[in-house]
């Protein structure tokens, strides 16, 4: 029992992604791009994981990795101990299910052409009775503060912020509880940054969730993250509490990003 | 809803497509109410009669009513053509989603089969096989559709891959809905606008390959009128009975004209994201 407690949700071992791609009329030449170059960490249940980096340090990549949208070059990702390359049909479809991502452009991750309440309602397992969705989608609608009025509406008529709360509605839905966070705070306005961190706090504590918070803004981070991975060209340089990283952080380009923050006094 | 067709009818083409079609389709509809006379009945007594309060279009060689046969013969020219376009854009669409969706090798070998097809010249095609088989409406429609459902493919695939990789779609993936139902519900309804703009602009030329098949004798067959079987007759006598070469080829021109500026109209919709 105290083995499976202990057991990561999420375990990374040795992770590394290439993109690679020929050459124009040069047919032997390929060209390699190394966004993950050995990468090794875990998420425990409940917790936030913060990865920071600048642009290009190969977040977005580990993230699409995690969501099985990029397959690794090498390396294992493991899901409550199964490696996901290992899951049957099934099993894998149960594995995405569980983890959702929200999007930094959240207004591109709905179908134009779908309403609010069938956006959210995809979401849910096909095992679900109907006469049950329709009291659970309003009743989700209200825990992501979505007025019941924008149910018809389409992702055109939705501010940015309840675009991303219509997001987090649909992730929820499935019954997630590892989530995804690709800048989710980017395109918002101050109000909506501090109003959408509060329900995720208040998401996480209610449900158990875990996040993996993908960001370059280390005020949000600090706010929100238990711990922190840096990353630089692809490879881990730094990792620890938060408190470790904000109070002493020992890598120079850790002490940069924190020090243009301005978290940390010149 | 309602913001689209005032988005169409704000469009200056596509405004002036409607005003062009809705009456020709209107006739054509309504044309057994219309009709003062038998399209096929022959009277031999009013032979080439110029065109009058009585005969509005004036008559043909067999003493038929032409406006009576002009408007018979909308309903198997554009019946005809909107058959066609309807089963070509059916199949060119799902061939298209198929390879869009897919990808791999089926991506492969249904573009290597639009080449092939592609490789054809429509026309020369369609001739041939209307030549080697017996010309009935619904033959014609096979032989049009055979010819036409690859520029749709090509189109709906291009469109295809591109919302395949599209946010939405990631999302959709990340649901773990199956790939049916995302082709169903995420990529089938944002492909409508290119489907209908295609649809719209194949409906023009289809109109002009029947009538030309139809002119030279392997569409539609006497005594039953399509614009080109009427236009055919007119190449009989063009100075003497000048009004059936003239109004059936006005009207060929008219339609076509009307369902081009319809297509244009939408395709600019759609690059203007309204559609």
């Known amino acids: 029992m105290m083995e499976k407690v202990s057991q990561p949700l999420i375990n990374v071992v040795d992770l590394v992604i290439t993109y690679s791609r020929g050459v124009l009329f040069n047919r032997d030449k390929i060209v390699a791009q190394v966004a993950a170059n050995n990468i090794s960490f875990s998420v425990h249940q409940g917790e936030t994981l913060a990865i920071v980096g600048q642009s290009g340090s190969g977040k977005t990549s580990l993230a699409m990795a995690i969501l099985g949208f990029v397959k690794p070059t090498t390396g294992e990702i493991k899901f409550t101990g199964e490696n996901i390359n290992n899951l049957s049909n099934t099993q894998y479809r149960q594995y995405r299910a569980r983890i959702q991502p929200i999007f930094q452009d959240c207004g591109a991750a709905l179908n134009p052409q779908m309403t609010v309440g069938q956006a959210i309602g995809d979401g849910f397992p096909n095992s679900l009775p109907k006469s049950q969705r329709k009291t659970s989608l309003r009743e989700l609608m209200v825990k992501v503060g979505l007025d019941e009025k924008i149910f018809s509406a389409f992702p055109r008529q939705l501010c940015g912020g309840q675009k991303q709360r219509v997001c987090l509605a649909r992730a929820l839905a499935t019954g997630a509880d590892f989530l995804i966070l690709d800048e989710p705070f980017s395109a918002q306005d101050t109000l909506h940054q501090a109003q959408l961190m509060s329900l995720l706090r208040q998401l996480k504590n209610s449900h158990n969730l875990t996040y993996l918070l993908i960001s370059h803004d280390l005020m949000t981070v600090r706010l929100l993250a238990d711990r922190i991975l840096v990353l630089r060209s692809g490879k881990i340089i730094e990792s620890g509490s938060v408190t470790e990283i904000f109070k002493a952080p020992h890598n120079e380009y850790t002490r940069e990003l924190v020090l243009r923050a301005g978290i940390l006094p010149q | ?275």
């Open chain 2, 1 to 275: 809803m309602s913001s689209t067709f005032k988005s169409i009818w704000r469009n200056h083409n596509c405004r002036w497509g409607v005003i062009i079609l809705l009456p020709i389709f209107f006739v054509g509809l309504a044309g057994v109410y219309l009709t003062p006379y038998d399209p096929i009945r022959q009277n031999l007594n009013q032979v080439l009669q110029a065109p009058s309060w009585q005969h509005l279009c004036g008559t043909d060689f067999y003493g038929r009513d032409l406006f009576s046969r002009l408007i018979y013969g909308s309903r198997i020219t554009i019946g005809l053509a909107l058959c066609a376009t309807f089963l070509a854009i059916f199949g060119g669409t799902l061939v298209g989603l198929m390879a869009g969706f897919l990808r791999g090798w089926t991506d492969r070998i249904i573009m290597r089969t639009v080449d092939i097809f592609m490789g054809f010249p429509r026309f020369f095609a369609v001739l041939l096989i209307a030549g080697i088989c017996r010309t009935s409406f619904g033959s014609t429609v096979i032989v049009l559709t055979l010819f036409s459902w690859m520029e749709t493919a090509r189109l709906v695939r291009a469109e295809t891959l591109a919302i395949r990789e599209s946010l939405y779609v990631k999302s959709a993936i990340a649901l773990g809905l199956s790939h049916g139902r995302i082709a169903r519900t995420y990529i089938l309804p944002n492909l409508l606008g290119i489907v209908i703009t295609s649809a719209t602009l194949l409906v023009g030329t289809l109109i002009i390959i029947e009538s030309s098949l139809s002119f030279l004798g392997l569409g539609t067959q006497e005594p039953s009128a399509s614009w080109g079987t009427i236009l055919s007759q007119g190449r009989l006598d063009p100075i003497g009975a000048w009004w059936i070469a003239t109004i059936s080829g006005l009207l060929i021109v008219i339609t076509v004209i009307g369902f081009n500026l319809l297509g244009d109209g939408l395709k600019q919709l759609r690059d203007e994201s309204k559609l």
